[in-house]
């Protein structure tokens, strides 16, 4: 199975889990699910608010890679922190410096394979969440829009519950009292103006923009835009 965000999949070898997530995916939060299982979470938050930070400087560099082959034969437990693609697409267009276009145009480019001038790292975090063939090896996926939460065992015999709703992430706008629909303003004017809900970036049209870039995640992980 190829991995696209082979560096967001991390392992707990003591307690044989493996936690993977995707860029905007709640990539930090679920980020710091994985440091508190492996009792790393308070030196992450200690180093720099911002985890990507500590991930980036400090525990990359102090890793070694196992493949996933070798994961799968030692019987490791996946756990995949996933997202409703309806409003990671929002997140991902929120976050991207390179533009200044609205939510539709924004769109209109990303499924006509127009966003070339972007950097390297925006192109990272557009990519869908799901990869094909996943499934023959995930043991759990966790909705983190739908608060899921996962109970485990741990080598020691404990349960420990998976549960995201623990953390905050940096990445958060500050939302308004604003309920009009600005799926047609500039990045910059709606950052200033975040909505109250992400549904105010859509019309039928964005909607099915949104749904032909992102339909294998939104199939796979059984989710329609009603579900936010």
Do not use: W
Request: hydrophobic residues 30%.
């Amino acid at each position: 199975m190829e991995i696209l965000y082979s560096n967001l999949c991390y392992c707990d070898n003591e307690n044989k889990i493996c936690v993977l997530f995707t860029p905007r995916g709640g990539c930090s939060i679920s980020f710091k699910q994985y440091l508190d299982i492996v009792g790393l979470l308070k030196d992450a938050e200690d180093y720099n608010s911002f985890v990507h930070k500590y991930r980036m400087d400090i525990f990359l560099p102090n890793i070694s890679i196992i493949t996933i082959n070798k994961l799968i034969e030692q019987k490791f437990t996946f756990i995949k922190f996933i997202m409703n693609p309806y409003i990671r697409a929002v997140s991902i267009f929120r976050c991207q410096t390179s533009h200044n276009l609205s939510f539709r145009q924004y769109l209109f480019q990303l499924i006509n394979n127009e966003l070339d001038y972007m950097s390297k790292n925006e192109k990272y975090h557009y990519h869908q969440q799901y990869i094909p063939g996943e499934e023959k090896i995930i043991t759990k996926y966790i909705k983190i829009d739908k608060n899921e939460t996962f109970e485990i065992k741990l080598s020691n015999g404990e349960l420990y519950n998976l549960d995201v709703n623990k953390y905050t992430s940096c990445h958060h706008g500050k939302r308004i009292n604003n309920t009009e629909f600005i799926g047609d303003l500039s990045r910059q004017d709606i950052n200033k103006r975040l909505p109250e809900s992400y549904k105010y970036f859509y019309d039928e049209e964005i909607k099915k923009m949104v749904y032909t870039y992102y339909k294998e995640d939104i199939e796979n992980y059984g989710y329609s835009f009603d579900d936010f």
